[in-house]
Structures are given as structure tokens and as C-alpha cells.
T-cell receptor, first 111, second 115 residues
Framework: SQQGEEDPQALSIQEGENATMNCSYK?????LQWYRQNSGRGLVHLILIRSNEREKHSGRLRVTLDTSKKSSSLLITASRAADTASYFC???????????FGKGTRLHILP | GAVVSQHPSRVICKSGTSVKIECRSLDFQATTMFWYRQFPKQSLMLMAT?????????EQGVEKDKFLINHASLTLSTLTVTSAHPEDSSFYIC???????????FGPGTRLTVT
């Protein structure tokens, strides 16, 4: 089963624009993570935000977490062609270290 | 560098044969490892939890007799796809939590193609 739902499922934007992806989840969590996956490749861990945090930054990435709405957003600023990939949110439901992935957003940066 | 490795990175096998995939934690011991499966253009689906020294626990809908998991040591878990069929062709990814660091690490994945 999947815990998270990403929105949108696919997103195409011009290079240089900002990209925002949203994730909603169903049950209470310990933390939420965002991963990137290039086509046919492994996962790259982007950022982890804990349930008691509301916002986190890492370079061009900004993640927010609203536990009252059970949602998170990933903002990529000043997008680049290399940002073209699938992005997944994943939640740790505070039991057994299991990480459950959302359906993902396929981001395409247009030159 | 990588802290979780998988072997092989890709494998092609004939229908009806069995394939073993290894997942190793390189710098830490993992009493628990997880196996995921990912079909093209889809997300990662958790298949099972591999427990060192005890039986694996499987997610709903995953056939335990088809996907045999053995967690033989604190650094190695193996997934054997038995009597593989073309519909088992997928990208298999393992992960291991590094409890002391509170982080989880993913292997690079194994692409299985069953012909």
C-alpha cells in the first residue's frame, strides 16, 4: 500500500522557473523525506523533515510540512535541465522503520 | 560512497528459473532490511521486511513462496525470485536503516528482466 499521494503526477516547466510538488499522506508520521530518481536509476535522498519541523532548506530546495493537514511540499527554485527526474515523498510511520513511498511526480524541465 | 550495495545490478533470466539478488550494508549492521519493487513509471512498492535471524514479514498481496527472503547475517539479505515469469520483470531495490544515525539507506537497485 502507499501512504502518500503526490500532486501533480507530472509537471513540465521552463528552465529557470520554480517547481512545486505536493505530497499528502494518511496517517501520523515520524518524519517525511523527499527523494529524486532519474529514469532507470536508483534513489537520491534530497531532504528529511521531522514531524516537529515546519520548514527546511537545502540549496535550491525548500520543503514544508503541515502535520495538521498531513501534507508536505517540495519547492525547487531556479530549475535546471538536470532537475528533470521523478520526485517521491516517503513517510516513516513511526513503526518498524518502514518507509512508504508516494506515487511520485515526474518533473520535466524544458530548455 | 555507497553504504548499501546490491548485486547484480542487472540480470536477465529465462522464464521458470530462479534469480537471487543480494543486498549488503557496507559500513553498518542492519538487523532489518526492506525490499521494494518498482515497475516502469510507477513508484516503489514495499514488498517485505527482512529480519536477521527470523522470518521475513511480507506486505499484503506479496507471495512469500515466490519471493524468498533470507537475512543470513547482520550485513546481508537476499531476495530470491523463484520460478520467474515475465511479469516479475521489475526494478528491485533494498534499503537498510542505520539505527544509530537514524537514517535509512537505499541500494542502487537491481533490474530484473525475465524473457
Amino acid at each position: 500500500s502507499q501512504q502518500g499521494e503526490e500532486d501533480p503526477q507530472a509537471l513540465s516547466i521552463q528552465e529557470g522557473e520554480n517547481a512545486t510538488m505536493n505530497c499528502s499522506y494518511k496517517t501520523s508520521i515520524n518524519n517525511l523525506q523527499w527523494y529524486r530518481q532519474n529514469s532507470g536509476r536508483g534513489l537520491v535522498h534530497l531532504i528529511l523533515i521531522r514531524s516537529n519541523e515546519r520548514e527546511k532548506h537545502s540549496g535550491r530546495l525548500r520543503v514544508t510540512l503541515d502535520t495538521s493537514k498531513k501534507s508536505s511540499s517540495l519547492l525547487i527554485t531556479a530549475s535546471r535541465a538536470a532537475d528533470t527526474a521523478s520526485y517521491f515523498c516517503a513517510t516513516d510511520m513511526n513503526r518498524d522503520d518502514k518507509i512508504i513511498f508516494g506515487k511520485g511526480t515526474r518533473l520535466h524541465i524544458l530548455p | 560512497g555507497a553504504v548499501v550495495s546490491q548485486h547484480p545490478s542487472r540480470v536477465i533470466c529465462k522464464s521458470g528459473t530462479s534469480v537471487k539478488i543480494e543486498c549488503r550494508s557496507l559500513d553498518f549492521q542492519a538487523t532489518t532490511m526492506f525490499w521494494y519493487r518498482q515497475f516502469p513509471k510507477q513508484s516503489l512498492m514495499l514488498m517485505a521486511t527482512s529480519n536477521e535471524g527470523s522470518k521475513a514479514t511480507y506486505e499484503q498481496g506479496v507471495e512469500k513462496d515466490k519471493f524468498l527472503i533470507n537475512h543470513a547475517s547482520l550485513t546481508l539479505s537476499t531476495l530470491t525470485v523463484t520460478s520467474a515469469h515475465p511479469e516479475d520483470s521489475s526494478f528491485y531495490i533494498c534499503s537498510a536503516p542505520w539505527t544509530g544515525k537514524g537514517e535509512q539507506y537505499f541500494g542502487p537497485g537491481t533490474r530484473l528482466t525475465v524473457t
